[in-house]
């Protein structure tokens, strides 16, 4: 019952749970094990042994334990064994995290003491993991839940793992994209959002800006090399979709991204930069959308005052009115991924698709400064010009609880590049069993009138556009004229529709979009291909 030093494996019979267990810790591979021991001297684990790593314990406290009855011997006499609670993450279904709690009862006070030092000496050495954080909660989003979610399944755990924090309820849109422009950052490990793809909108925004204007980095040329941000972010979903917590974690749990904190996973990812007329208009992460996505947001902008419904409202009128846009769109391959739209290789946790293809992307970049970028891009340029019902842009797979595969299943979140998705003008049946796709397994690319491209740069000039210096009067003339009454159930064509660009409208027709690799990293770890067996509490 013994145990060996502290810089050797530990290993002690233990009490869990009324049950005699040999327990292990493993310095060398950063593993607590614990299994049933029929007796001292029990062999190696097997089958049923639990297990739990160092980085997924959240903290080790000191406690009361009880054995209660089944004790026999020395064990049955101690009414108040000393013992200690590991706090750990236990996987659940879905790719959701919970909080576990373990409780081992120890025979002696010398034991337990060297217990709690080891694992504690073992938490000190994972300096991933934040200590101070600046928290941004927006109480309108969603639901109106953020507060409430924060104060109940955050805070505690944030407390447990001895994680202080700055705490900013907003009381206006760009609040927290405004104050990371302006406060002292310096003292945080990383800022925290609590709400929806908006509030997460807003913090990006803010802290790219912020680290641009640091770099002396001019956001609004084009092709400029952006800095990546030392601090990691942060998402506690609590908004209506929380698309961007979906495809990076796999869940929009508030408790599983609350752990991914507070256990220091980081995660790379790609921005896209949307330019137009040599200005800076947003970035985006996920979804870059005109005609069908572009005007559902349009309109549904103009219908707030019907909250949460106005999405559905606003896509069931979209879809009947089935305009398509006429444009061009120029985009350069991202010849440098490894991976394709269509491979059937989702982005999932320690992805190799990424991993290689930022690899691919630095070599390439290597060449450029011999001054070969120019005349390669000007070979490898492609042109598609058509009459389009939607253009999708996605840096991520872009997936919910509505469309669990999401709009391209296969998009990753660090390769530096996006897929460009074009949907041809066809009929409302064929974009309807497009749409379903999005619902199911299925190839959702696996129709004549859907193209999907990988690229890096990428720019659409509708055929309609105006120049923004142009006469609006005249051109809103000319959109009120165009009236389809002969054939009321064709696919009508209208002048030029809006971008949604993470959920927000962007009314310049003309942009230029370029994907930035890896330039700001989250707390999370991606995808879990196949969560491991959660040790029981």
Not at 38 to 57: K, L, N, R
Not at 386 to 399: E, P, Q
Request: with cysteine.
């Amino acid at each position: 019952m013994g145990a060996t030093g502290a810089a050797e494996p530990l290993r002690s019979e233990l009490w869990v749970k009324q049950q005699r267990c040999a327990v292990s810790l493993e310095p060398a591979r950063a593993l607590l094990r614990w299994w049933r021991s029929p007796g001292p001297g029990a062999g190696a684990p097997g089958a049923d042994a639990w297990s739990v790593p160092v980085a997924e314990i959240i903290a080790v406290e000191e406690t009361d334990g009880k054995l209660g009855g089944g004790g026999a011997g020395r064990w049955q006499k101690m009414e108040t064994p000393f013992a200690f609670t590991v706090h750990c993450v236990k996987r659940a279904r879905h790719h959701r995290w919970k909080w576990a709690q373990v409780t081992f009862c120890c025979p002696e006070e010398q034991l337990c003491r060297l217990w709690l030092q080891t694992l504690r000496a073992m938490l000190e050495t994972l300096t991933s993991r934040p200590k101070h954080l600046l928290v941004f909660i927006n109480p309108i989003g969603g639901k109106r839940k953020g507060k409430r979610v924060y104060e109940q399944k955050v805070a505690p755990l944030f407390a447990l793992a001895s994680i202080t924090a700055d705490v900013i309820v907003t009381e206006h849109a760009n609040q927290a994209k405004e104050t990371l422009y302006e406060i002292n950052l310096e003292s945080y490990d990383g800022i925290v959002c609590v709400g929806g793809d908006g509030m997460f909108s807003e913090v990006l925004h803010g802290l790219v800006g912020r680290t641009q204007r640091s770099a002396g980095v001019d956001q609004d040329h084009p092709r400029a090399a952006l800095a990546p941000s030392g601090l990691r972010i942060g998402i506690i979903p609590a908004g209506s979709t929380d698309c961007v917590c979906y495809s990076t974690v796999g869940t929009s749990d508030a408790e599983t991204s609350a752990l991914h904190i507070v256990v220091g996973d980081s995660l790379a990812m790609d921005v896209s930069s949307v330019h137009h007329g040599g200005t800076l208009l947003r970035y985006s992460v996920s979804l870059l959308g005109y005609g069908f996505y572009g005007d559902i947001i349009r309109d549904s902008e103009k219908k707030r005052w019907m909250g949460l419904a106005r999405y559905d409202f606003s896509g069931i009128k979209t879809f009947l009115s089935h305009h398509c846009y006429e444009g061009t769109v120029s985009f350069l391959p991202a010849q440098h991924t490894v991976g394709s739209p269509r491979d059937g290789k989702p982005c999932r946790a320690g992805c190799s698709v990424c991993r290689q293809s930022r690899q691919q992307l630095q070599e390439e970049q290597k060449k450029a400064l011999y001054g070969l970028d120019n005349a390669e891009e000007v070979e490898e340029w492609q042109v598609v010009c058509g009459k389009f019902l939607a253009i999708n842009v996605t840096n991520m797979s872009c997936a919910c609880r509505r469309s669990p595969q999401g709009l391209s299943p296969a998009a990753h979140l660090g390769d530096g590049s996006c897929d460009l998705i074009l949907i041809r003008k066809c009929s409302r049946f064929n974009f309807l069993r497009f749409l379903l796709r999005h619902t199911n397994q299925c190839d959702q690319f696996d129709f004549s009138f859907v193209e999907v491209y990988r690229v890096r740069k990428f720019q659409f000039t509708s055929k309609h556009a105006e120049d923004e210096d142009s006469d609006l009067r005249e051109r809103g003339k000319a959109r009120f004229a165009h009236i389809c009454r002969e054939h009321p159930s064709c696919c009508c064509e209208a002048s030029s529709s809006s971008w949604n660009c993470d959920g927000e409208v962007l009314h310049s027709a003309a942009i230029e979009v370029r994907v930035h690799c890896q330039l700001v990293r989250l707390f999370a770890r991606g995808i879990e291909e196949d969560p491991k067996q959660a040790p029981r509490s």
